[in-house]
């Protein structure tokens, strides 16, 4: 059976934007990676069109190019390849504008009847229309959708995000918003149903990750109720520095059948601590996030929990790393707690606590309940198995599409050390 040749790549060189293109048969394209370029360059991202990929890159010149094409007059020009007009309009970010209104403590969500989020929770916006400030454009989107009158107060954030299955980004404000009426005339059309949702449920029903970053700023903020999490010492105030969120049992220490009962019993995986101190001088602090349930099940009593959560804070600081909290469930599942992953409630406690926005984070572990409380978040998320154990969730990996997926702390740090994985554009905030 033949074998499907590889993409070919091509150089979408481009600086204050004028673009570099290469004559061809009467024609003007992207020069090809094969090719050579008369000037030196700077690597970025790839754009994936299926039977060609184009990667982006900076051009290292001592003068401005005029000689180059302006980006903006390809589009009028008819001997210019379909492939350099497509990677430029692509280039081109949409807009979009969405309104959080809270009631009660709770956030109101939108049922989408079709597009992109159908069968799935949003919040009420969408796309600008030429010309359009974001905030007149949020308030008639939300009031076509809603069919009530609505004020569009504070801009809560903006967000930048690549769009799924294109190689095309989004920009997205989030505005604060408040209700003039509550009876409600959806535009059928486009919207199936309302609800008001806590801030939990609104986190696990969405899929637009403006919703999400947009919620956890908010409860940042102080708009919505405080979720119940236990920590390992109280809550204190980061710098915001990005931070990595770890799970415990079999993510940084050697897990047993019946539980970690004792101190004596906690120990690191190997690599462990080598590995987080890697992550420490790439400028990441640290947060466990860990499922307890031992506790419920009387395996361990809390205070047991708290001096095993100590001696591993102890440890780790006398290695050089600082554990800025701890925070566990000790419920089991048929509590239908908050907490417990894969529930975003003590991921959403972390972020508040830490200053830090979800899209400056990770989650890692080696459940997928981990992966899946970052994605209800919004945070990078890395699921952590050997061979065996990766072969045995590839389908469920495929659904949950972690960031990265690696064997170990220790090749997690390697993976971020090295620039590996090449992550989606971090967001914008105003």
């Keep these: 059976m033949a074998q499907t040749p590889p993409p070919e790549e091509h ?3 481009e600086t204050d934007g004028q673009v570099y293109l290469v004559r061809d048969r ?5 020069p090809r990676t094969s090719e050579a370029l008369p000037f030196d360059v700077e690597r970025g991202r790839t754009m994936d069109f299926g039977s060609d990929v184009v990667r982006r890159v900076k051009p290292k010149l001592s ?3 005029e000689d180059w094409f302006s980006r903006d007059d390809l589009f009028s020009r008819a001997d210019v390849d379909g492939l350099v007009t497509k990677a430029v309009y692509m280039t081109m970010p949409r807009l979009v504008a969405e309104v959080l209104f809270v009631r009660r403590g709770r956030v109101l969500m939108e049922m989408a009847a079709r597009g992109f989020s159908k069968g799935h929770w949003n919040l009420p916006g969408g796309f600008l229309e030429f010309g359009e400030r974001p905030e007149e454009g949020a308030k008639r989107e939300s009031e076509e959708e809603l069919g009530v009158p609505v004020r569009v107060d504070r801009p809560i954030g903006v967000y930048l995000s690549g769009f799924p299955g294109k190689p095309t980004h989004t920009l997205g404000f989030v505005y604060r918003g408040t209700l003039r009426s509550g009876a409600f005339r959806l535009k059928r059309d486009e919207i199936d149903r309302v609800s008001w949702l806590s801030p939990v449920e609104a986190l696990e029903g969405t899929r637009n990750p403006f919703a999400k970053w947009a919620i956890v700023d908010a409860y940042r903020e102080g708009d919505l109720p405080q979720v119940r999490v236990h920590r390992h010492r109280p809550a204190t105030k980061a710098s915001g520095r990005p931070v990595i969120f ?11 059948e019946d539980g970690i009962r004792t101190p004596a019993q906690f120990s690191f995986h ?6 987080l101190r890697t992550l420490r001088d790439l400028g990441y602090h640290f947060a466990v996030i860990s499922n307890q349930d031992a506790v419920a099940w009387g395996w361990v009593s809390e205070g047991t929990l708290r001096r095993i959560h100590a001696k591993m804070v102890r440890d780790l600081a006398k290695a050089g790393v600082r554990l800025e909290n701890v925070y566990y469930c000790p419920h089991e599942e048929e509590d239908g707690c908050t907490c417990r992953k894969p529930r975003p409630g003590m991921l959403l406690a ?5 200053g830090v926005t979800p899209r400056d984070a990770w989650m890692v572990g080696d459940r997928l309940d981990d992966v899946r409380a970052g994605k209800a978040v919004g945070t990078f998320t890395a699921f952590l198995g050997d061979a065996k154990r990766i072969d045995g969730d590839r389908a469920a990996l495929r659904d949950e599409r972690p960031d990265l997926v690696v064997d170990s702390v220790a090749a997690f740090a390697r993976a971020l050390k090295s620039g590996s994985p090449t992550l989606p554009t971090r967001p914008a905030y105003t």
């Excluded at 770890?246 to 047993?256: A, S």
């Excluded at 190997?270 to 590995?275: H, L, Y």
């Design 11 to 13: 150089l979408f060189v």
């Design 26 to 30: 009467g024609r003007w394209r992207f």
């Design 63 to 65: 003068h401005h190019p």
């Design 270 to 275: 190997k690599g462990v601590i080598a590995g």
């Design 246 to 256: 770890l799970d415990r049992d079999g993510t940084i220490n050697e897990d047993h």
């Design 350 to 354: 972390a972020c508040a606590d830490l």
